[in-house]
């Protein structure tokens, strides 16, 4: 059970993870603190200012990725497909390590025991079994665990309306074939 929880908290933390993209995708950026209208503030980008739309990263690892607002590819959409009708907010894979990591942030129209049906039946479909619990705090949340090696944890926010989901996966590298 110790190994589950901790495998449990991975799960976790790359949801977490995938929120926080998803979230930081959505904020927009601080172009030097300046207020609105203030005299100091400049139009256009100078060299001493880059760009916002310009920006290095370091390229992913082999292997690695992950993207805002699509699937990335290679993503196992057989072991995590997108529930019908939801819109995809973030999405990550690593098959780098062992447990891989997927992950999927996404949102629809509809309530979250709606979300946390369609996924329980696709994970209890590929042999994953619902671990007891239904919720952390407030929050509608659900463990899965396969081979007693792989768990899927889904939570599920509402609001307005709109749920937003955030499922985070590790598994064997052969289930994200």
């Not at 819109?87 to 062992?98: L, R």
């Not at 949102?107 to 979250?112: G, K, T, V």
């Not at 042999?127 to 407030?138: D, H, L, R």
């Amino acid at each position: 059970m110790k190994e589950f929880r901790e495998r449990r908290r991975a799960a976790v933390a790359v949801a977490a993870a995938g929120t926080l993209l998803a979230l930081a995708a959505c904020t927009p950026a601080d172009q030097g603190g300046t207020a609105p209208g203030s005299a100091s503030a400049s139009a256009a980008p100078t060299a001493a200012q880059p760009s916002a739309t310009a920006s290095t990263s370091p390229p992913a690892a082999p292997g690695t990725s992950a993207t805002v607002g699509a699937m990335v590819p290679g993503f196992p959409a057989k072991l995590l497909p997108v529930m019908p009708g939801a819109k995809v907010v973030s999405s990550s894979f690593d098959k780098t390590i062992t447990p891989a990591t997927v992950a999927l942030v996404g949102s629809i129209s509809a309530p979250s025991s709606e979300v946390l049906a369609f996924y329980t039946t696709v994970l209890a479909a590929q042999g994953f079994q619902a671990v007891p619990g239904e919720s952390v705090g407030t929050v509608p949340s659900k463990d899965f665990l396969r081979n007693d090696s792989e768990t899927v944890n889904i939570s599920v926010i509402e609001a307005a309306g709109i749920s937003t989901f955030t499922i985070g996966a590790n598994v064997a590298p052969e289930s994200v074939k």
